[in-house]
């Protein structure tokens, strides 16, 4: 039971993390998601072949797989200043 005394005004809640999805650049997709599959996450077709989401326990895992010398995806552009 709640009384006026013990419920905590809005104004003095601290605020909280609910979810956080980590997403992580790896070397070869296809041998990170069987390792993170090993450890119990359920992945679903990589998109465009180069990331995947897994899932565990309501937490998301994003894997990326860096582009190699060769790729021929699109790369964001430089931040380095022109010099």
Not at 4 to 26: F, W, Y
Request: charged share 20%; proline share 12%.
């Amino acid at each position: 039971m709640t009384t006026e005394s013990t419920r905590i005004p809005p104004s003095a809640r601290k605020p909280r993390v609910t979810a956080l999805a980590p997403q992580l650049l790896v070397e070869d997709l296809e041998q990170s998601i069987a390792y993170y599959r090993k450890l119990g996450f359920v992945f679903g077709e990589p998109w465009g072949g180069f990331y995947a989401i897994g899932v565990l326990d309501g937490l998301e895992l994003h894997l990326k797989e860096a582009p190699s010398a060769g790729d021929s995806r699109p790369q964001p552009p430089s931040r380095m200043m022109p010099g």
